[in-house]
């Protein structure tokens, strides 16, 4: 069974930056596409970024973060990263860690990944 937990998230102020981590367990990541997915308040489950388990597919990010969040991998550690720079108070959100499952390609539809992380919260003040 794929276990994810994620870590990193915080209170931050407009202009600063957070480094989210996600360690897997149960997966073997360098087989797993892995996703990042955010929820606000109020407001449905959104995309943020996935990246592909095949390091020649390039990753997929959300218009309204690119080029200001990175993801990456390490592999022997089974942790994904997701660093996000120039935050802004519509940032704010619950932060997920999801995985497909093993050999699967990147996709933005969260039903598509078959294990989730409990969150974390990023809170970023104006």
């Known amino acids: 069974q794929v276990q994810l937990v994620e870590s990193g998230g915080g209170l931050v102020q407009a202009g600063d930056s957070l480094r989210l981590s996600c360690t897997a367990s149960?997966?073997?990541?360098?087989?797993?596409?892995m996703g990042w997915f955010r929820q606000a308040p109020g407001k449905e489950r959104e995309f943020v970024v996935a990246i592909p388990w095949n390091t020649g597919n390039t990753d997929d990010y959300a218009d309204s973060v690119k080029g200001r969040f990175t993801v990456s991998r390490d592999n022997p550690k089974n942790t994904v990263y997701l660093q996000m720079n120039s935050l802004k108070p519509e940032d704010t959100a619950v932060y997920y860690c999801a995985a497909r499952p093993a050999g699967f390609g990147i996709t933005r539809t969260a039903r598509l990944y078959t294990a989730w992380g409990q969150g974390t919260q990023v809170t970023v003040s104006s």
């Open positions: 149960g997966t073997t990541l360098s087989v797993t596409t």
